[in-house]
């Protein structure tokens, strides 16, 4: 994990009041050096630590924090079936990955599970912070290697397990312009403006893409602009 060069890390939310992060890793020395890192940055206080995916669960239920930074390859269930448990039970904790894994099937099962972020634990201490934030912020974060993988395996087609229920309606070309621009990040009104449209109309798109798509949110949208080649490739 490079540690070095680090630029200015925006702060927390608009109220001031840091993210709240729980780290979960059955490494001591990675999970510690991961809690003295966000340390460091600006805008980001450490809630807690887990050393497996049973431990990684209940702590969440007991400080409630916004994020969680969820190693895959661990005991008591592993990351992935933390992460969905976390999810399911807590909406409100976004659940950003950090694993040495960057194999299709372990992207996949993450994502499916509910992470709206995944890192490789070459990244940066910038790039983690970068994208705690985010997760915090709603918004998808993902190594641009990890976007590289999701978009040559959407290229190739999704496996039969892999399309969620509501993958039978296809989107019209505008519901597809409007996922991708979801998915780079843009609010209603920014999507709006992007295609000179009202909100009001892109609110009927949101809506249709959910219902097509089986999202419950936009987060749930974004996972899937990933898996089937929506979003923008990294530039």
Do not use: C, W
């Not at 000179?196 to 949208?221: C, L, P, Y």
């Amino acid at each position: 994990m490079n540690t070095e060069n680090t630029p200015n890390t925006p702060n927390g939310d608009s109220a001031g009041e840091p993210v709240s992060v729980v780290v979960a890793d059955d490494q001591s020395a990675v999970r510690e050096g991961l809690v003295l890192l966000l340390g460091t940055l600006a805008g980001i206080a450490v809630a807690g630590e887990a050393a497996d995916g049973e431990a990684a669960v209940a702590l969440v239920g007991t400080v409630n924090p916004q994020v969680v930074l969820m190693d895959l390859n661990m005991p008591g269930g592993g990351g992935v079936a933390a992460t969905r448990r976390i999810t399911e039970e807590h909406p409100n904790t976004r659940v950003v990955v950090l694993t040495t894994y960057a194999d299709d099937a372990s992207i996949i099962s993450a994502l499916q599970a509910g992470a709206l972020g995944y890192l490789t634990k070459d990244a940066t201490r910038a790039e983690i912070g970068r994208a705690v934030l985010a997760a915090a912020a709603g918004q998808a974060v993902l190594d641009p290697g990890v976007q590289q993988r999701l978009l040559s395996a959407a290229v190739r087609g999704p496996g039969p397990a892999a399309a969620p229920a509501g993958d039978a309606d296809e989107l019209t070309p505008r519901e597809a312009e409007v996922l991708g621009l979801i998915a780079a990040g843009q609010s209603n009104r920014e999507i709006a403006r992007s295609l000179f449209v009202s909100e009001a109309t892109v609110k009927t798109h949101v809506n249709r893409i959910f219902t097509k798509t089986g999202s419950r949110d936009r987060a749930q949208a974004i996972r899937y602009a990933y898996t089937h080649g929506y979003a923008q490739p990294p530039s």
